[in-house]
């Protein structure tokens, strides 16, 4: 008897705690936050209560980007002409402060684990980073493979007003941009918040953030009539990077550059650099003279080179990259021209190096040391790295590293030969 | 209280992989807080090569007293008042672990997935459930075991595997920046925890052989210390030098998992550890404290103690730690690790001391209430 009043107690128990929990939330009361940017402070909002406590700390703002699902489903809804998405802004002293004084304008709870991407304005950068990056570790709702950008030239809260063609919310479309510009160009430094936070934890590195900027569409012309558009008043760009040095930022890496530096720290995927023919190629004509070459894998690494006394310290660094002819302007055989080969090679070591060496001068000029030397100094030797830690910024600054280049172009794609214009102006072979 | 079935090595090992490394899917009490990260996987192996030999020592004991358990064991070598003060220091010891178990599963549902629940929710429902596994004896503990070992193992092997496009292993570089010293206290912390497998003392009276009680703890230490030493290899080339900032290691591991970019933060892999795995350490655990307190008090069956200490775990888990702060430095060698070391190693050099006494003076070497089987 007593065992079964203890199962029904304990079951009415069961049940009576189990149907939900302290933390339910259902779906219709939550806002998809899909981006988050953080600027300086122009004022409060126009719905925020001026400052009661008097405190005089520098305030932040921090503007979200929230998913409008009515105006992202699919099928003939689609055609609505609302905007997909929801940029709100509101001040405070912390990023926690400013995110709970949205809950004073949002009619729902918003919900960080959809949260892709994390832009700062160039302002903000400047004075330092980690204030707002704790947020991102600490919270068990936001994630620490969220992307970092700097807004070059602007505000976070610019950027997250653009929209995209192609694609209805700005979260799928900068995912696409980023995924394209680092796998089929290389020009962008790609930079998770995790990435960020364990390399400014780290001895003898500093960070790097991807760079984004507000592109305007500045139309010359009117649609108008039955056609429905809309209206991308202004679209992002990604490309380059943004330096740091510790959390602050001091200085820029154009895409050039950024794919230097993925050169060195091994991270190009693909690219495509364009070189000049070799002059047997250009006879006939000299304008159209250039070959685009198409990276299809490469490797990157570097290793400190330190005398006996440890007083100097060099770097070497080594890249090695595949290659195909990808692109051709002027007329070349590549099947009975055996010198091409290695003309053409001889032509892309060249370029990949002076892109390497762009990216270290630049992050030599910033005294910002990107790439990570220091790292590998006190990986490989501690004891050195003990004295010279302190003078490393100019130790960097004054270093010349050595760039040793292996390129080999491997195919040259669908065909041997290319369109070969007659003396008399004639067309040759079809392309 | 008859044990009428026997419990064979691999669920011994199973039981006993389960209390080991159930804490380490929570935080990784050799890695939080320490000064560097980068040595910190060669405190995992240094850890278990120290605490082998601790291990093989109470096997040995049990063996060679006839397989009997420690309350037992201590009342005969001991005296029946200093056999019994040792065996209310274990149901004492048992207690705290139990509360320990208790605390770390509900902080970690607290810290990883809802904030906002009141703890004692979570610690009331643990308990509920695990003294209910209890309550049925080791042999279900030890069936289950057996199958839930295999889960969180597997659980773990994702854990370390599904994140490794962002493993760095540069980060383990250098090994000793600072030398040996830094290492000293990860792997004094790592050791206590490997004493707790000291309740095989008391599965020993159920266990088939004396030989398949050693072979159960020397593969359960042995897995347990290698996915210890693989975890925290994994946690240092993720995270670097924050990996020992982090409150779950693990939980944060499987945050940063991304398959094909549509598949993320597989944080259920964790929380099913957590489930499991620490449901039936505190299973066994209230299991051993109870079985030692019915022996202790006399009586018949250690049923109807099991709920009632449950309850009292959850007592002292509320109680014991103010703040998630000292909860975690708790874990550490400087703190409760070092007396769980003190207290254990001290009974077992006492309860050897009393038979080499006992063996001298002529009382015989094969006291136990059986003689070994094989």
Partial sequence: ????????????????????????????????????????????????????????????????????????????????????????????RTILECIRNLSEVSPRILYWPHNRWFLIGEEYAKGGVTRVLDLMERDQETRRRTAI????????????????????????????????????????????????????????????????????????????????????????????????RSDKLVGWLDGREARGYNWVVGKVKSAVLVVDAPQSSVELDPSASLIGLEIIRSKGAFRPRITDDGRRIGMEV????????????????????????????????????????????????????????????????????????????????????????????????LKVRSVKLEEMGGAGEGR | MTITHKTTARQLGSVLFLLRVATMTLTLPSVIGMPSSQGLWLAGIVGTVISLPLLAWMVTLSRAEGLDDVVRISR???????????????????????????????????????????????????????????????????????????????????????????????????????????????????????????????????MTSGVGLMQGTVWSALVSGAVLTLLIVVVTAVFGPISTALELPALSLTRMISIGGAVERLELITVVSWTFGIGLALATVLWAAATASAHLLGLRCFEPLVYPLGGLAVFLGIRMWPDVGNFDKSTTAISGGLVTSLFILAVLAVLTAARWLRRRAGGGGDSGRRGETE
């Fill in chain 2, 76 to 206: 005969r070598l001991l005296g029946p008042i200093g056999g019994s003060t040792v065996g209310w220091l274990f149901v004492l010891y048992w207690l705290i672990l139990a509360a320990f178990e208790l605390r770390y599963i509900s902080e970690a549902y607290l810290t990883g997935t809802m904030p906002e629940t009141p703890i004692v929710v979570f610690m009331a429902l643990t308990a509920l459930v695990s003294a209910g596994i209890a309550r049925r004896g080791i042999r279900l503990i030890a069936m289950m075991a057996e199958l839930i070992a295999f889960l969180v193992l597997i659980s773990l092997l994702l854990t370390m595997v599904l994140p490794l496009d962002v493993v760095r292993l540069r980060n383990l570089l250098p090994v000793f920046p600072e030398g040996l010293q830094p290492l000293i206290l990860p792997t004094a912390t790592a050791v206590p925890l490997f004493l707790d497998m000291v309740v095989l003392m008391m599965i020993a009276p159920s």
């Fill in chain 1, 1 to 92: 008897m007593t065992r079964k009043v203890v199962a029904i107690v304990a079951l009415v128990l069961l049940f009576s705690l189990s149907t939900g929990c302290w933390n339910r939330r259902e779906i219709e009361t939550l806002g998809f936050v899909v981006a988050v940017g953080v600027d300086t402070s122009l004022g409060a909002t126009h719905w925020e209560s001026p400052d009661v406590d008097g405190d005089s700390m520098p305030r932040m703002q921090c503007t979200v980007q929230i998913v409008k699902p009515s105006a992202v489903v699919s099928g003939e809804r689609s055609q609505t002409l609302e905007r997909p998405f929801w940029a709100v802004s509101a001040t405070g």
């Fill in chain 1, 318 to 413: 080594k890249i090695s990259a595949e290659a195909n002819i990808a692109d051709v302007q002027p007329y070349i055989d590549s099947y009975s021209d055996a010198e091409l080969w290695t003309s053409l090679e001889q032509r892309l070591e060249e370029a990949i190096k002076s892109e390497a060496m762009a990216a270290i001068r630049k992050a030599q000029e910033l005294r910002a040391d990107i790439f990570g030397f220091g790292r590998e100094v006190y990986r490989t030797n501690p004891r050195v790295w003990k004295q010279v830690k302190d003078q490393w910024y100019e130790i960097f600054a004054d270093m010349e590293p050595e760039i040793e280049v292996t390129a080999k172009i491997v195919r040259s794609g």
């Fill in chain 1, 149 to 244: 950008l700097v807004v070059m030239g602007g505000r976070a809260w610019d950027v997250l007003q653009t929209e995209f063609e192609l694609e209805r919310t700005p979260s799928e479309a900068g995912r696409g941009i980023v995924s394209n510009a680092s796998g089929r160009f290389s020009t962008v430094a790609v930079a998770t918040v995790n990435d960020f936070l364990v390399t400014l934890a780290s001895e003898g590195i500093d960070p790097v953030a991807m760079c984004v900027e507000v592109i305007p569409y500045t139309f010359p012309y009117e649609i108008t009539g039955d056609v429905v558009r809309e209206g991308v008043k202004a679209t992002a760009r990604l490309s380059g990077a943004a330096v740091f």
